[in-house]
């Protein structure tokens, strides 16, 4: 297994791997390459017992995941610990069913990982949810916020924050749920909060992205979307030290429309063994 090139610093990543299933063998060869310290994985599209929870231990991580048939669900990985779990499911409605959050603590810092709903067609009832559902997130990053801890909020947001860096050409997009005014309005609430995107921050004036669909030769041409987004509280921000796409990974046979999204943080020994009090106690009062 190869050395990551800064082994100092603290690399936490987001990858929507559209299938845990058919991507498995992809998702071995990015974690041996780059070797994150904190994976979060979304649309796994497979049942708990489906998970690959042997492979993955044997490949350096130990894991939690939430699982369901056919689509969604949501898994953070750890190198060489098991995550603590802190949160099962975005709080606010009991009745939703969907595996789309997951929320554990890992090498001192607590990550959050998310699967926002897509929400097409719109306008309907699937539009409606991302709405509820980016609400029901907005109170909840509040409280994370508010907590004064180290967090991480990384995963598949489904909003395309602007039209001119974060998408190659918005015109055939417009009716598309990720370009909608009131998607970016909540992104934009997010972020007001007081979160630092950490890709667009390192990355001020680039044309970046994280994700290329299957249609029209779009990966090849490079045109994509920014879509995979790492926020970072009040308390990361300042050790905000490189954030970019592994789009290596994007360019392999039967690759996942998106690629691995990283933020790597310059943590101190000390901060990487916080206690899993200060940690837990986030969750406690959610």
Not at 19 to 37: C, F, S, V, Y
Not at 208 to 237: K, Q
Not at 241 to 251: G, H, Y
């Amino acid at each position: 297994m190869a050395k990551r090139k800064d082994a100092s610093a603290l690399r936490i990543a987001t990858f929507n791997v559209n299938g845990i299933k058919t991507r498995l063998p992809h998702l071995l060869q990015w974690l041996a390459r780059e070797q994150p310290d904190i994976a979060c994985l979304q649309e796994l599209k497979a049942l708990d017992d489906a998970f690959p929870i042997a492979e993955i231990r044997d490949a350096g991580y130990g894991a939690l995941w939430m699982g369901q048939r056919s689509w969604n669900g949501v898994a953070i990985l750890a190198r060489g610990m098991d995550p603590i779990e802190s949160r099962r499911g975005l709080p606010g409605d009991k009745a939703d069913t969907q595996s789309r959050y997951l929320e554990a603590a890992a090498h001192g810092v607590l990550v959050g990982c998310l699967y926002l709903p897509n929400g097409n067609p719109q306008p309907g009832p699937k539009f409606d949810y991302k709405l509820a559902w980016f609400d029901r997130f907005l109170k909840h990053a509040q409280h994370l916020l508010d907590a004064k801890q180290p967090v991480v909020l990384a995963g598949d947001y489904n909003v395309v924050p602007t039209d001119d860096l974060d998408i190659y050409d918005p015109k055939s997009w417009k009716k598309d749920a990720l370009l909608q005014p009131e998607s970016r309005e909540r992104y934009r609430k997010l972020l007001a909060q007081g979160w630092t995107d950490a890709l667009r921050t390192m990355h001020p004036g680039e044309n970046i992205y994280t994700f290329w669909d299957y249609f029209r030769n779009h990966w090849p041409n490079n045109r994509g979307l920014r879509i995979d987004h790492l926020l970072l509280s009040e308390e990361l921000a300042p050790k905000l030290r490189a954030s970019d796409v592994d789009r290596w990974v994007r360019d392999l046979p039967s690759a996942s429309d998106h690629a691995p999204t990283w933020v790597e943080l310059a943590m101190s020994t000390p901060a990487k063994k916080a206690t899993k009090k200060s940690i837990k106690k986030v969750a406690k009062k959610a």
